[in-house]
């Protein structure tokens, strides 16, 4: 009898810290949480930018100095191949777009003219729109 009743006192003292540390742990992760959702979003940003010209070209298989219609063109056959309907991978996909992005913000910091590319991306765009709605 007596056993049990330490055992029912150390489980009720035990408990009741447990609580108090469950309930201060609680109030530092709300009052941490706004910092951390801003961290997240800067470390997401900090990530889309990590791309070095060297390893975007490595993953076009195109030079750093390629021009817009090479990248649009390997992208386009790279970025189709990868499609995860036909066992694909998003992630490759992911990583092809960022290549393609970094690629392409270089060379327009070249100096190149984006209209025809802009234009050729637009009738693609509404090509593939046009045959999903038939």
């Not at 590319?117 to 009738?123: D, L, R």
């Amino acid at each position: 009898m007596m056993a049990s009743r330490i055992i029912a006192q150390i489980l009720v003292v035990g408990g009741g810290y447990f609580v108090r540390a469950f309930i201060e742990a609680y109030r530092q992760a709300l009052q941490a949480a706004p910092a951390g959702a801003a961290g997240a979003r800067q470390a997401a940003k900090s990530l889309k930018h990590k791309l070095s010209l060297e390893e975007a070209a490595e993953i076009l298989s195109v030079s750093k100095d390629a021009g817009l219609k090479d990248i649009a063109h390997k992208f386009d056959k790279l970025y189709s191949a990868n499609d995860p309907s036909k066992g694909g991978s998003q992630y490759i996909q992911y990583k092809l777009l960022t290549a393609r992005n970094a690629l392409y913000d270089h060379a327009i910091e070249r100096g190149e003219k984006d209209e025809d590319f802009q234009n050729t991306q637009q009738q693609k765009i509404q090509n593939h729109s046009d045959n999903t709605t038939k």
